[in-house]
């Protein structure tokens, strides 16, 4: 039994609506841009197609290991309570493609390897930059995902710290 108020709950059930609530509690420029960010799922269905028939033909031949896409392709936030349906759409997608793009750059840093296994001298970005700040997968019972959610946009706002010559990625 839950020592929730009807209050609390119905609050609750209304964060989880969906849709409405969506449109309630976004940003305008988050709306205007949603179409552009989803038209991005055809580019990302074709990389996958692509990536996954060039490993099925090539690597056999080369005697490469294939790269699991399983391993970089995860879905496991529908999971998490706090979020409504909307958010676990989005939630979805992203994971489709940070995993798709994780996915493409692991099959062609084997072929890199298999054809031309020499570092660069100097490499302007890093392999692999560093993540965005996430926050832990956990289902605290009185977590703020809304508040969250805006600091971490906060801090993605700031701007990066120039490299050594005061403009630009430092080198490695």
């Not at 420029?29 to 060039?54: K, R, W």
């Not at 706090?82 to 692991?106: I, N, P, Q």
């Not at 054809?115 to 302007?124: D, E, G, Q, V, Y």
Request: aromatic share 12%; net charge positive.
């Amino acid at each position: 039994m839950t020592s929730e108020t009807p209050a609390a709950s119905s609050e609750k059930y209304k964060q989880r609506l969906g849709l409405v609530a969506l449109l309630r509690r976004s940003r305008p420029i988050n709306i205007i841009t949603g179409p552009v960010i989803y038209s991005m799922v055809v580019p990302l269905l074709f990389l996958d197609v692509c990536i996954c028939a060039y490993q099925a033909i090539c690597f056999p031949v080369y005697k490469v290991t294939p790269v699991s896409r399983r391993d970089y392709i995860v879905f496991d936030r529908q999971e998490l309570k706090y979020l409504d349906w909307v958010s676990k759409f989005h939630c979805t997608y992203c994971a489709y493609g940070v995993g798709v793009v994780a996915f493409a750059g692991a099959v062609i840093g084997k072929t890199e390897a298999y054809f031309c296994p020499i570092k660069h001298k100097t490499r302007a970005v890093p392999a692999k930059p560093p993540l965005p700040p996430y926050l832990e997968f956990v289902e605290p019972q009185d977590f703020d995902f809304g508040a969250k959610l805006s600091e971490i946009r906060d801090t993605m706002g700031s701007p990066r710290p120039p490299g050594p010559q005061g403009n630009g990625p430092q080198s490695e």
